[in-house]
Each structure stands twice: as structure tokens, then as C-alpha cells.
């Protein structure tokens, strides 16, 4: 757990010398405790000993790549997860959320943009959710799931529960919140990420799709996400 009195632990592994140092002191100057490294060796086992709260992951690293060390990273933590992109890895960002990152942004970016998704994914993977989780109204039941808005829980009927992460956690609540209701692409790009996007952005379908698979939800024949062909997706789950 992270000390309500101890700054937030950021990790930057990024192989360009120039871009490390500016995020590094950018980071610094808002509070943040700040380390960094320009490869992935042994990330998962820092990770985990020194209780990292988010790691900021250049794609293009040399030796293991962005998307093989977020498929482990995953695998063996819940650490909130910023991809760094280039302009033309469309596909890499999709794989990307497909293995378990929380975000993305594309280079060339701000540090003010960066700050601002670091800050509302280190709100939700920290004890300031945690801290909220007695709040009924943060609970949403359907037909014997819970999702617990408050800490991205998705609880089976059956017993057993897998936090969600941040793309995956807001493309169903925000489904879920317009149950019955065809939501566009648009719509839900505007919820999960906030921000511009480009029009052939596949995002919500990848999320889509392992949404589905987290809720037994078959794509040939689903019952709470069904495709509007053309429209967009709808959630069709008895809430209550």
C-alpha cells in the first residue's frame, strides 16, 4: 500500500537520454518520486521491490521491447501502465492495451499532457480508491456480477474478482451507464480516453472484444455487449 504521506513512486524506462531527463525532472519538480532506466532488464523485479506505483514505457526499447515487457509486467502486477508511442504504431498501441497497458500517448507530446494522465491513473491504482471501496453506490450489480467502480473490480458470479484495467474498466462502466442505449465509437473513444483521436483508432473494439471474454460474453452470440453493426455497442444486461 502506498503511504498517504509518501510521494507517489513514477518509473521511466526510456532509452533516449534527453527525453528520460526531461520527464525525470518534470515529474520531480510536481512531487513525484522519480526513478529511471533506459532498458527493461529485470523490470518486473524492480517493479515489485520498490512498490513502483506507475511505469511510463517507451515502446522501442532496445533488446526487450514495450509490448513483451507490458505482457509481463501484467502477468505479475497491477501497476498502472502509460505506453509511449510514435506517430505510426497504431497497431503497437492496440496491441498494447490488448497485453494490459492502462494508456498510451504519442509522441511528440507535453509533459503537461503526460502529467495529466499519470495523475488520473495514479488516482485510480492508489489508496485514494481504496479508501472509497465502503461507498454502496460505487458497486454495480448485473445478473450476478459486481463491478466495484471504485477499484476497477469486476467480481464473478462464481466467486473471484479481476481488477480492470483503466480502458477496459471505463468502456463498461460507460456501457453500462447507458444500458440499452447504441453508443458510437466516438462516444466511447471521448470516454475511455479523453482526448483527440483519429477516426481509425480500433481501440474500443480490442477492449471490446477482451471485455467479452472476461464476461463468458460470446462475440457469434453475446448477451451484455451486443454489436450495432454500422452504430456502434450497446449493453444489454439487467442491472439491478
Same mark, same amino acid.
Given at each position: ?36 532506466? +533506459? ?9 515489485l521491490?520498490?512498490?513502483?506505483d *506507475?511505469?511510463? *514505457? +517507451?515502446?522501442?526499447?532496445? %533488446? ?9 509486467? @501484467? ?16 497497431? +503497437?498501441?492496440?496491441v ?20 495529466? @494522465?499519470?495523475?488520473?491513473l ?13 461507498? %454502496?453506490?460505487? *458497486?454495480?450489480?448485473?445478473? %450476478? ?13 462464481a466467486?473471484?474478482?479481476? @481488477? ?23 462516444? *466511447? ?19 471490446? %472484444? ?31
Amino acid at each position: 500500500m502506498t503511504s498517504p504521506t509518501k510521494p507517489l513512486h513514477i518509473l521511466i524506462v526510456e532509452d533516449d537520454f534527453a527525453s528520460r531527463s526531461l520527464l525525470v525532472s518534470y515529474f520531480e519538480n510536481e512531487g513525484y518520486q522519480v526513478s529511471e532506466t +533506459d532498458h527493461g532488464e529485470s523490470l518486473i523485479q524492480r517493479v515489485l521491490d520498490e512498490r513502483i506505483d *506507475l511505469v511510463l *514505457l +517507451d515502446i522501442n526499447l532496445p %533488446g526487450k521491447d514495450g509490448l513483451s515487457l507490458t505482457r509481463e509486467l @501484467r502477468a505479475h502486477s497491477k501497476v498502472g501502465i502509460i505506453l509511449v508511442t510514435s506517430k505510426g504504431d497504431e497497431i +503497437d498501441r492496440i496491441v498494447g492495451l490488448e497485453l494490459g497497458a492502462d494508456d498510451y500517448v504519442t509522441k511528440p507530446f507535453t509533459p503537461r499532457e503526460l502529467l495529466v @494522465r499519470a495523475k488520473n491513473l495514479l488516482w485510480r491504482v492508489t489508496d485514494h480508491a481504496d479508501n472509497q471501496q465502503s461507498q %454502496g453506490d460505487d *458497486l454495480i450489480h448485473f445478473e %450476478g456480477w459486481v463491478l466495484d467502480c471504485s477499484r476497477r473490480l469486476l467480481e464473478q458470479p462464481a466467486g473471484g474478482s479481476e @481488477r480492470l484495467p483503466e480502458g477496459e474498466f471505463k468502456l463498461l462502466n460507460a456501457l453500462i451507464s447507458r444500458r440499452g442505449q447504441v453508443l458510437s465509437r466516438d462516444q *466511447l473513444m471521448d470516454a475511455i480516453h479523453d482526448r483527440e483521436w483519429t477516426p481509425n483508432d480500433r481501440s474500443v473494439d480490442v477492449l471490446v %472484444g477482451r471485455l467479452r471474454k472476461k464476461l463468458n460474453d460470446s462475440p457469434l452470440d453475446p448477451h451484455f455487449i451486443l454489436t450495432a453493426h454500422g452504430a456502434g455497442y450497446m449493453f444489454a444486461g439487467e442491472i439491478g
